[in-house]
């Protein structure tokens, strides 16, 4: 069995799967000062009289990295960058914290200007002397040389300190993303390793030795224990779940949007010929754009939850949300109380939702049932708004999906999909669009079926140069020295063979390998009018999906 479990910012989600087929599932609501709390009600109410020796694994989306970041709660970080010359300082974004060393290698991994051991030690001790205990190691071409960077965090190196390397983290070259992703990996930390050591709590009290799995940003999964070398990679956990779980639920084969309607919050999302697209370049979380590869997707402060208030006559929804639907002994009028009212759907108390929309109606001078229909009419259009513009800047670019570039395609949605509890918006919403609308089975426990069968993903870049006679594994900062004649054939298999280890360090089942080249190329390296060697670069991954057979084409 494989329990899924997306902690949501109003509920949590939770699902058993057996044999790919959903067996049980749960909603209850997530305390947010007491994760653990929702974390063992949700697990209780499925494993109630079932063996947990059955569980083979246990996967979870979590809102924490993406929350700490949006709400500034995180750590402050000291950056050491290696930036050599070309672009101004103002331009890096690298923080209030940030100390330009000396050291430089060009874009072939060739050291131009060494690094100072003494400018190091002396930055180490104003690190020490600010109390700063995170410290990111960044250097413009780190990718193509790690070893300055490894370098500069020896020296740095102490029990008080926690260092992140820019190179480990990404192996594309874009500088000022590779700053901003690894000064959030360091920055969010401390608070993802306490949301670990709560997971861990949780996985004890539950008496079982089952991996336990996070969802990243991409779709897919990575063990808890290796997530801790960088948490950055689970932001937008909680939108990849939306998108996951619709692949779960739905079968997708033609250009769609997808809509996961929460308490709080609906992300949107598109997919072409059934397939979710991608962020090429990397997800974008807080105005910082990182290297952070991540499903495209979109959150709007309207959910299901969301205040409902007027303001010079006008009926605003959200993006505010304090509780749940008056209908549910929440405090305010909200979009689910219009729905309850209007009999959209069955549950909760119809006269408290009649109680709390009165009030706002009278102000109107109009009945609760015209209001209720003009919040629904106002919430619905607020989302079909947002999703226009979504599609508009889409087919103003190129189309990236999950696996491959789709050139010049123009993505022409024929099927809206609407998960989540407040799903009964779909006609609503559908109509606005002018489209037809699904709401796929198990549609409000969709996310934490996405999260169960999500398969372990991981890429890696390897870049040879046979004039230098070496070969660089970005990411693991592993530099191997080979023969002259060495092929782009030879760079692909070094890579498929390094992404299996590295893949099954992360929890990955050999037998769900499913990897394929993103990028090849060879450049001839020429010197005085004769070629000198071969410039190649290779990009795997396992490929994003579901672990179920078929699910994912």
């Known amino acids: 069995m494989i329990l899924g479990i997306d902690v949501g910012g109003t509920h949590t989600d939770a699902v058993l799967v057996e044999n790919f087929r959903l067996i049980a599932k749960t909603k209850v609501l997530t305390s947010p000062t007491n994760m653990m709390s929702s974390l063992m009600e949700a697990s209780s109410r499925l494993l109630s009289g079932r063996n947990i020796d059955q569980i083979e694994r246990i996967v979870l989306s979590t809102t924490i990295s993406t929350n700490a970041i949006v709400q500034k709660k995180i750590n402050r970080v000291a950056m050491v960058l290696l930036s050599g010359p070309g672009l101004a300082p103002s331009l890096l974004n690298p923080g209030q914290d940030a100390f330009f060393a000396r050291g430089y290698v060009n874009h072939r991994g060739i050291p131009v200007e060494n690094i100072s051991r003494r400018e190091i030690i002396h930055i180490g001790e104003e690190i020490a002397e600010k109390g700063i205990r995170q410290v990111a190691v960044v250097g413009k071409f780190s990718s193509r040389n790690p070893q300055q960077e490894r370098d500069v965090a020896e020296l740095l190196s102490n029990d008080t300190l926690r260092i992140s390397m820019g190179h480990t983290l990404s192996g594309q070259l874009n500088f000022p993303r590779r700053i901003s992703t690894t000064y959030l990996n360091a920055a969010i930390s401390d608070i993802y390793r306490d949301f670990a050591k709560d997971v861990q709590t949780f996985i004890s009290e539950l008496k079982t030795d089952a991996p336990v799995y996070i969802l990243k940003a991409d779709g897919g999964t990575i063990l808890l224990n290796q997530s801790l070398n960088c948490p ?47 962020e090429p370049s990397g997800v974008t979380i807080d105005g910082r754009k990182t290297l952070i590869r991540g499903l495209l997707s979109k959150s709007i402060g309207i959910g299901g939850d969301s205040v409902v208030r007027l303001k010079d006559g006008k009926i605003l929804i959200g993006p505010e949300r304090e509780g749940p639907a008056a209908a549910l002994d929440g405090p305010c009028p909200t979009p689910t109380d219009a729905m309850i009212l209007l009999n959209v759907v069955d549950y909760g108390d119809r006269n408290k939702a009649l109680k709390a929309l009165s009030a706002l109606a009278s ?48 993505i022409e949605p024929k099927m809206l999909y609407v998960v989540g509890g407040p799903a009964a918006l779909a006609p609503f919403i559908g109509e606005k669009l002018d489209l037809p609308y699904s709401i796929p089975d198990h549609s409000e426990v969709s996310n934490a079926l996405g999260v169960a069968l999500a398969r372990t993903t991981a890429e890696m ?52 390998m499913m990897i394929e080249i993103t990028e090849a190329q060879e450049f001839n390296m020429i010197r005085d009018f004769y070629t000198t060697g ?20």
């Open 232 to 278: 950055v990679e689970t932001i937008h956990s909680g939108p990849a779940a939306g998108i996951m779980g619709v692949l779960a639920t739905a079968d997708i084969r033609e250009d769609a949007v997808a809509l996961d309607i929460g308490g709080t919050t609906t992300d949107i999302s598109v997919f072409a010929e059934g397939v979710p697209l991608l």
């Open 363 to 410: 102000k109107r001078k109009i009945s609760p049932e015209e209001l209720a229909r003009e919040i629904i009419d106002e919430t619905t259009s607020a989302i079909a708004g947002e999703v226009r513009q979504i599609l508009a800047g889409i087919n103003n670019k190129p189309v990236y999906t999950i696996h491959e570039l789709l050139e010049g395609r123009i």
């Open 461 to 512: 870049t390897i870049l040879a140069d046979t004039e230098k006679r070496e070969l660089i594994v970005s990411e693991a900062g592993q530099v191997k020295k080979i023969p002259s004649d060495f092929t782009l054939h030879d760079v692909v298999e070094v890579g498929k063979a390094t992404l299996r280890d590295k893949a099954a360090q992360m929890g990955a089942d050999p037998l769900d």
């Open 534 to 553: 071969k410039n190649i670069r290779v990009k795997v991954q396992i490929k994003p999906g579901l672990i179920s057979a078929g699910q994912m084409r």
